[in-house]
């Protein structure tokens, strides 16, 4: 008998929001259904909920993730085409970092000049104003 969708979510650490998501997306299916028409999720089922929480948590979209768990499921797999979508990842994550870091050093610079008295001149808020981005 397999677990309810309330035991996955608490045994996987996802909302059961999202299990029906995953479900409805075809990404993580039960692997049956009770009489009344509850999801039963077996063994099998947790450790791919569980898989793609970790892989979302590097930030992989659902379409990586189906990939990625096909790519886990066969054995024929060549390993190619997993460090292909973790070089992919890794370029996305680099480019945020980028971006990230000139809105540091940006936000940085205005901090610097904000006097942040009583009056009521601010580079910060007048540099939101702005239209240039």
């Known amino acids: 008998m397999g677990l309810t969708i309330g ?6 650490g996802l909302p059961a929001k999202t299990i029906r998501y ?4 075809e990404l993580v299916s039960p692997s049956s259904r ?3 028409g509850y999801r039963q999720y077996e063994a099998a089922e947790l450790r ?3 898989f793609v929480k970790r892989a979302r948590s590097f930030g992989f979209t659902v379409d990586d993730c189906r990939e990625l ?5 066969d054995q ?10 973790a070089n992919r990842r890794l370029v996305e994550i ?3 970092l980028n971006d990230l870091k000139c809105l540091h050093d940006e936000l940085s610079q205005l901090a610097l000049r904000c006097p942040g ?8 808020l007048s540099s939101l104003a702005s239209s240039k981005e």
Request: proline share 2%; aromatic share 4%; hydrophobic share 35%.
């Open 94 to 96: 680099e480019e945020k």
């Open 76 to 85: 024929a797999r060549s390993s190619r085409k997993v460090k292909a979508l």
């Open 48 to 50: 791919k909920l569980a």
């Open 69 to 73: 768990l096909g790519l886990f499921e």
């Open 7 to 12: 035991d996955a979510a608490t045994q996987s």
């Open 22 to 25: 995953y479900d409805e997306i």
């Open 117 to 124: 008295n009583e009056k009521s001149d601010c580079p910060i």
């Open 34 to 36: 009770s009489k009344a």
